[in-house]
């Protein structure tokens, strides 16, 4: 099948547009699981009536994965600010709103993040045994109420159209807790901008209620789980700094 260029291209798949219909095309180094695991949390974040693309089906196109899924016409929330960024905040809080949303639902045939996050930091080829092990203990010693948090949310995750707000890429979305959520949010941001990164984290607490200090006891655990990431533009020495950091506390 020919799809002819791709319109988007991730760190996991490639994006095209066919027949007024999105074609994900997942890469070849990925689990033969991946399009299946995806479409089972797509769908159950549409189920719980979240604005979501629909999902037409899950299928092998030129012997790779892929998932065939509703086309949404818009823009997203991030090339709105990188073409007018006086308007941070605006669009900052917009995307605030709908993450609360989001993590006011109270998940249950979900991936559990405790199982994301001990995998991931098992699993990662940087970290040495004695920050596994720290980094676990920090996990397990965490209470918190599972609801449902998406996993990689920031404002290019999110599309604006004539009359609606719509999250796509539900991949990494997981049963779990919503301040280690906002923490991810907060250190995607951090990759590129201190500034979006610290509003975000002002905007988020004044909303929630939560403290600062609530969220960034999840701060080297989730480095480190994202240190098992295959993520070309993320440096794992900013990370590293992130967990020694922490360490030293």
């Known amino acids: 099948m020919n799809l002819g ?5 991730g760190n996991t798949a490639k994006i095209y547009l066919l027949d007024n219909k999105i074609i994900k095309v997942f890469n070849d180094f990925l689990p033969n699981t ?3 695991n995806e ?4 769908k159950y974040a549409y189920s719980c009536g979240l604005p979501v693309p629909k999902i037409f089906d899950v299928t092998k196109i ?3 994965q892929a998932i065939i899924m509703e086309y949404i016409k818009g823009i997203t929330l991030g090339d709105l600010y990188l073409e007018n960024k006086e308007r941070a905040e605006y669009y900052m809080n917009i995307s605030v709103d709908m993450q609360l949303e989001i993590h006011s639902i109270v998940p249950d045939t979900i991936e559990s993040m405790d199982d994301k996050l001990h995998r991931q930091i098992n699993t990662s080829p940087i970290l040495n045994k004695r920050l596994k092990s720290y980094l676990l203990k920090e996990l397990n010693s965490i209470t918190f ?3 449902l948090c998406h996993g990689d949310f920031h404002l290019f995750n999110l599309i604006k159209t004539e009359n ?3 999250v796509i890429d539900w991949v990494d979305s997981s049963s779990g807790d919503i301040r280690a959520d906002v923490y991810r949010t907060y250190l995607l941001y951090s990759q590129f901008s201190s500034e979006l990164a610290e509003m975000y984290m002002r905007i988020y607490c004044k909303k929630s209620g939560l403290l600062r200090s609530e969220i960034l006891q999840w701060a080297p655990i989730v480095a480190g789980a994202r240190l098992s990431e295959t993520v070309l533009t993320e440096n794992s020495e900013r990370l590293m700094e992130i967990i020694n950091t922490y360490l030293k506390m």
Do not use: D, F, L
């Open 164 to 166: 609606r707000m719509v």
């Open 5 to 9: 260029n791709p319109i988007a291209r």
């Open 62 to 64: 030129n012997g790779k």
């Open 145 to 147: 109420t599972n609801r």
């Open 39 to 42: 479409e089972n949390k797509q």
């Open 34 to 36: 991946e399009s299946i």
